[in-house]
């Protein structure tokens, strides 16, 4: 069985449905059909029971998927390994992450330190007001930005965190009463304006220009850094959405964070110069992918 049919039949084992694995690794249907029967009457034995209605794992299916799984993870942690021995081994990665965003990502740091001995993260925070200047200028190796990230010279790697959005706003604030918030709610109220620096579409997929219902949110006044945005909340002059692991780790006086409970799920990703690709970054990433997402 070749590698891209065992990815076919991985993959295929967790959608259960021929036109998504398609579309995820990017070939025909057809090709994963095929990719299927040539693995059925090579083995002797179905994989997989389908209907019209369902796709569902045999029992031998389940057993292979297991087995083949444990196997994948194996060859992937030993290429990780390799490339880390390589030129760069031993590094340590510069790391820019928003606030306290470090603290959650433990899980990624202890796995990738242990893949790659002599290796470390070093965490520097960022500001969204400028977040790609010290990666572009090779002072940062990697940043943990949210999606979508869209630059031409940057790669996006895996997500590496997800979770919900909060508002922050001035504890006697109309809206601190109510305990919940909502998207529309931004066109009642001034969010913060984190400058010209930072792509617009980038920022409004965080701060958007627009509500659901296509009012206008009044932007104003400008704030640099996330210490800058908090204090212009307390005095009452803005609001502002945030990522909810902001109000996991702060608790300034004065403010208070709301559930947004119509925005969509935050989801940050580790994101480089790719003209700065190196078998320490890439071991980090596949790190990050075996892992998967961590849920804040």
């Given at each position: 069985?070749?590698?891209?049919?065992?990815?076919?039949?991985l993959?295929?084992?967790?959608e259960l449905h021929f036109?998504?694995?398609?579309?995820?690794?990017?070939?025909s249907?057809?090709r994963?059909?095929?990719?299927?029967?040539?693995?059925?009457?090579?083995?002797?034995?179905?994989?997989?029971?389908?209907?019209?209605?369902?796709?569902?794992?045999?029992?031998?299916?389940?057993?292979?998927?297991?087995?083949?799984q444990?196997?994948?993870?194996?060859?992937?942690?030993?290429?990780?390994?390799?490339?880390?021995?390589?030129?760069?081994?031993?590094?340590?990665l510069?790391?820019?992450?928003?606030?306290?965003?470090?603290?959650?990502?433990?899980?990624?740091?202890?796995?990738?330190?242990?893949?790659?001995?002599?290796?470390?993260?070093?965490?520097?925070?960022?500001?969204?007001?400028?977040?790609?200047?010290?990666?572009?200028?090779?002072?940062?190796?990697?940043?943990?930005?949210?999606?979508?990230?869209?630059?031409?010279?940057?790669?996006?790697?895996?997500?590496?965190?997800?979770?919900?959005?909060?508002?922050?706003?001035?504890?006697?604030?109309?809206?601190?009463?109510?305990?919940?918030?909502?998207?529309?709610?931004?066109?009642?109220?001034?969010v913060?304006?984190?400058?010209?620096?930072?792509?617009?579409?980038?920022?409004?997929?965080?701060?958007?220009?627009?509500?659901?219902?296509?009012?206008?949110?009044?932007?104003?006044?400008?704030?640099?850094?996330?210490?800058?945005?908090?204090?212009?909340?307390?005095?009452g002059?803005?609001?502002?959405?945030?990522g909810?692991?902001?109000a996991?780790?702060?608790?300034?006086?004065?403010?208070?964070?709301?559930?947004?409970?119509?925005a969509?799920?935050?989801?940050?990703?580790?994101?480089?110069?790719?003209?700065?690709?190196?078998?320490?970054?890439?071991?980090?990433?596949?790190?990050?992918?075996?892992?998967?997402p961590?849920?804040?």
């Open positions: 069985m070749e590698l891209r049919d065992i990815e076919i039949f993959t295929l084992a967790e036109g998504r694995t398609a579309e995820r690794l990017h070939v249907q057809a994963v059909s095929q990719a299927i029967r040539r693995q059925e009457r090579h083995l002797g034995v179905a994989l997989f029971d389908r209907t019209s209605r369902r796709v569902a794992l045999t029992p031998v299916g389940r057993r292979l998927r297991e087995d083949l444990q196997a994948l993870d194996l060859l992937h942690a030993g290429l990780a390994r390799a490339q880390a021995a390589g030129p760069g081994a031993g590094r340590t510069r790391l820019g992450v928003f606030g306290h965003a470090g603290h959650e990502l433990r899980p990624l740091v202890d796995a990738f330190r242990i893949r790659c001995p002599g290796s470390d993260i070093q965490f520097r925070e960022i500001n969204a007001n400028d977040a790609f200047t010290a990666l572009r200028s090779g002072e940062h190796d990697a940043h943990v930005l949210w999606l979508p990230v869209a630059e031409p010279d940057l790669t996006v790697g895996p997500t590496v965190l997800t979770g919900g959005r909060v508002l922050a706003v001035a504890a006697d604030h109309p809206l601190a009463e109510r305990g919940t918030a909502s998207l529309e709610d931004l066109a009642d109220n001034h913060v304006d984190l400058g010209p620096e930072a792509p617009e579409y980038w920022v409004a997929s965080m701060v958007p220009t627009r509500t659901p219902l296509g009012r206008r949110v009044p932007r104003g006044p400008t704030a640099r850094t996330f210490h800058e945005v908090l204090s212009l909340v307390a005095a002059s803005c609001v502002h959405p945030l909810e692991i902001a996991r780790y702060n608790k300034p006086p004065g403010i208070v964070f709301l559930p947004l409970h119509d969509p799920t935050l989801e940050w990703a580790l994101t480089w110069r790719t003209t700065a690709d190196s078998p320490t970054l890439r071991a980090l990433a596949q790190t990050a992918a075996d892992l998967g961590i849920t804040l």
